[in-house]
């Protein structure tokens, strides 16, 4: 059975940074891509940032220059460097990974809580 389990998140404060993790276990041939998506109340999920097999990257406008992700393929793991914080960077951050094969899945989330 995969699963994706998340670390990582807690208190920060604006201007400080936080890193997230999250690891795939279970039987898989491979992972194409991963990533972050952040939900905060009221709002739709958002994607944060992903990263491809090759380590190709992609992030949100609102992240960029803040936010780094990278991967260990070695680890199935994938994280989320976060600097700069930002009161509005405040969500329940979820993890994903399109595993080939089989789909995409996705972990329970991770709540990141920013104070001004």
């Known amino acids: 059975q995969v699963q994706l389990v998340e670390s990582g998140g807690g208190l920060g404060q604006a201007g400080g940074s936080l890193r997230l993790s999250c690891t795939v276990s279970?039987?898989?041939?491979?992972?194409?891509?991963m990533g972050w998506y952040r939900h905060t109340p009221g709002k739709q999920r958002e994607l944060v940032a992903t990263i491809t097999s090759g380590g190709s990257t992609n992030y949100a406008d609102s992240v960029k220059g803040r936010f780094t992700i990278s991967r260990d393929n070695t680890k199935n793991t994938v994280y989320l460097q976060m600097n700069s914080l930002k009161p509005e960077d405040t969500a329940v951050y979820y993890c994903n990974a399109r595993i080939v094969r089989i789909g995409d899945y996705w972990g329970k989330g991770t709540l990141v809580t920013v104070s001004s």
């Open positions: 279970g039987t898989i041939f491979s992972i194409n891509a």
